[in-house]
Every structure is written in C-alpha cells, then in structure tokens.
C-alpha cells in the first residue's frame, strides 16, 4: 500500500510541475489530461481528509466530555480555514464527503479521478433524495457507467437523474413540486462595470424548454434572413421586444411574436406512456430526464389545450433495427434522419461537452467512404463541428439511449411524444 504523502512530498510534487514546459503536441495534451484527473484525485483526497477531520475532532471533543450530539461543531469551519474557502464552501465540501460514505462505488469513482468535486455535488444531489436500499442500488448504477470519466457536467447530471427517477419518481416528483414554489427572477448588474446585468428566471424545465427553442428558433429565422448578428445576441434581442414591446433594432420588429407554436419533444417507452410503467423516465428532448407522471401531465394538459398533439415510434427493439439502420444515398443528412440524431443524442457528443446539438456529424467522412447513416452519424455542437476541421475527429461518447439502458431493463420501444405549445410571452 502507498505511504501517505507527507507535506514535503506534496511539495517536491509542485516544484515539478513548476519546471519548464516542453515535448511534443502528443504529450503535452497527455500531461494536460493527466493533471485534469490528478485535480479530481486531490479533490476527492480532501474529500477523505475531511473526514477524518471530523473523526479527530469529535476524538478529541469525546475526550473532553463534550455531549455527543456537539462533538461535531467546528469541522466545517476547520476544514474551510484548511483550504481557504468560505465557511459555507466549507459544510458543503463536509456534507459532501459523509454523504459519499453511503456511495462507496461512487466515491472510490472520484478517488480514481474520474470526475470532479463539484460533479460530485452534482451528483449527490441526486443520490440525496433516496432512501434504504434505493441508495446502494444508485450507487451501483452510478458507478456503472460506461465511460464515466468522459461525460461532463451536464451529462453525468442527466444519468444521476435517470437513475434516481428509475429507483424512486414519486420522491423526485415531490421535489419538484416543492422547487416549483420557489420560482423567480433575478436581475443584477455584472460587477465588471460594462454597463451590463443578468436576468434570470428560476422556472419550470418545460417552460424553460419552450422559451428557449422559441427565442432559437426566431434566432434561426433572423439568421437565415440574413440578419447581422449571432444567434445569442438574436435571441436576447427577441426576449426584449417581447417582453417590453420595444425592439431594440429595426431587425428584432418582425421577430416580436412568435412566428409558429414551439413544438416540445417527449421522448418515453411506449409501456411508460400506455402502461403505467415508470422505470425509465422521459425525457424532454435537449434538456433532461424528467418523471413519466410530469410527462403525462403535459400530455393530458396540450390534449385539454386542443393543442397538437403528434405520436411517433422512433426506436424499435435493437433486434429489428428498423430506424436505427436508416440511410440515405445523399451526403447531407435527410431532415427525418438528422431529427432522429438529435433525439438520440440528445446532448453534443464530443466527450466533457454537454451543449445543445447544432450539426449532424459523419464519424467516417463523407470523402473517406463513410455512410450517412444512423449508425455513421453524431449529433456535435457549432463548436465542436468547427473544431473538428481544425483537430480531426474526436472520440464520442456513446448515444445516450442506445447504449446505456439500466442493467435490468430490457430494450423498449420509444415514442415521441411532439406537442405544440403557444407561448404566453406576448402581451
Ligand atoms: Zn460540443
């Protein structure tokens, strides 16, 4: 076993890292990958030093005849002055580390370096709201993960919360409900004197899902009319004229309503949506995993609406292959396929990348013999497109849906479930 280093070994380490940088573009990014996982090996060791933090204090507190239930005051404050974070920063890191005692594959995860402390919170997050054996069950499934180490932020939130709402959606419904109380909106200058300011909504995931894809869809409009000016300064430009009246730019007058109802995309089994079978949610495409019940819920809500409601197969059992194989003799992806890409993919593919797709990618070029095909294809986002024509390819992470369904649940069929929703942003 590994003798525990001493502060002088840790040291020497940072002398080394402190030398001259040299070696070719291969190890140069190796030693860039490689620090990447050390920092989230260091995290989860404070992870452990935390604890046993508490174990010497509440020792040493025992000693002094301190009541059991004060032997733990101070860890925290500790712990936080240790490493030079806020108080606050301080319960958090603690309340993570003894909450990851009862996820012990998840932790010895994080000790591998397969994932940062604040992915870790992130996930934990999740794990918090089970309970009893559900919690050992998460952390199996977890830990499980094919290719953990590459998925990102947004990703491995998407997984810790497909397996919580697998084990328990009635808990995960209820937190919902409690977190829908809590909305709101925030507006504050940035402190960078540029004479700019946020504005945030606290709001509902489908009603963020819907105001979203109607501001980038009239960003997407303006643009192929030619405006001039990117999709995000479009986007805040639509926000504005619609919610003051007053267009900030001749361009924005013609983008104040929105041109066609948005059409919101639930993807779930066809036994979760005819049966009452919840063990694997939908998903509200480009967003997140949410409970089957919230997906019914507004489903029977756009039916009520006499909203239109639209009911597609998209997957079938692996075995018939019947979308999975499509194929077009063209280059460019025929909208039906690249619709398919996007709801398989969900995210960007490119590994660390959880941003929304914006291209249809071939993993073997077009030139080089590849096929556009389901099977040849990946969902990238603008930035990662544009970055493979100046690094090449890059290894993706497995589609989301195909690969990776719970262990003990056989292949299903999916729907989509596709439903216009008019928006209430204009007055
Ligand atoms: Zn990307």
Redesign the pocket.
């Known amino acids: 076993m590994a003798d525990t280093p001493t502060t002088d070994d840790i040291r020497g380490f940072v002398m080394s890292i402190a030398g001259p940088i040299d070696g070719d573009l291969d190890s140069i990014c190796a030693e860039l990958g490689e620090l990447e996982t050390l920092k989230h090996q260091i995290e989860a060791r404070q992870a452990r030093l935390a604890l046993q933090v508490d174990r010497l204090l509440r020792e040493r507190a025992a000693v002094q005849g301190v009541p059991a239930s004060r032997q733990g005051k101070g860890v925290a404050e500790l712990v936080a002055r240790s490493r030079r974070i806020s108080p606050a920063r301080g319960r958090t890191v603690v309340a993570l580390a003894k909450q990851l005692r009862s996820l012990p594959q998840t932790f010895q995860s994080f000790c591998a370096g397969d994932f940062s402390e604040h992915q870790a919170l992130v996930v934990a997050h999740e794990a918090a709201i089970l309970e009893g054996h559900d919690v050992s069950a998460f952390d199996q499934r977890f830990a499980a993960t094919p290719g953990l180490k590459e998925l990102g932020t947004r990703k491995i939130a998407h997984r810790a919360q497909t397996i919580a709402l697998a084990l328990d959606e009635e808990a995960v419904v209820r937190r919902r409900d409690k977190a829908v109380e809590n909305r709101h909106i925030t507006a504050i200058p940035t402190d960078r004197g540029d004479g700019m300011g946020w504005l945030k909504a606290l709001m509902p995931i489908e009603q963020l899902a819907a105001v979203k894809d109607s501001l980038g869809a009239a960003a997407d409009t303006a643009i192929a009319l030619g405006v001039d000016a990117t999709r995000s300064q479009v986007m805040v430009d639509t926000l504005v004229a619609r919610l003051t009246g007053a267009g900030s730019g001749a361009e924005t007058v013609a983008l104040e309503q929105p041109a066609h109802p948005v059409t919101i995309n639930l993807l779930m089994t066809a036994e979760a949506l005819l049966d009452n079978d919840h063990t694997q949610p939908a998903l509200l495409a480009g967003h997140e995993p949410i409970p089957t019940a919230l997906a019914k819920r507004l489903i029977q809500t756009a039916v009520l609406d006499v909203q239109k409601v639209e009911l597609r197969r998209l997957f079938t059992a692996p075995e018939t292959g019947e979308l999975v194989g499509m194929e077009s003799k063209t280059r460019l992806f025929p909208q039906a396929l690249a619709q398919f890409i996007r709801l398989r993919d969900q ?4 590994p ?4 929304r ?2 291209h249809i990618d071939h993993i073997t070029d077009w030139a080089s013999g590849g096929q556009t095909s389901a099977a040849n294809a990946q969902g ?6 544009w ?1 493979k024509q100046v690094i090449g390819n890059q290894h993706s992470d497995p589609p989301p849906l195909r690969t990776q369904p719970e262990p003990d649940v056989r292949p299903r069929h999916h729907l989509v479930v596709a439903y216009d929703t008019d928006l209430t942003l204009a007055a």
């Open positions: 995210l960007c593919r490119t660390g990348c959880g941003a797709i914006g990238y986002c603008r930035q990662c497109n970055a």
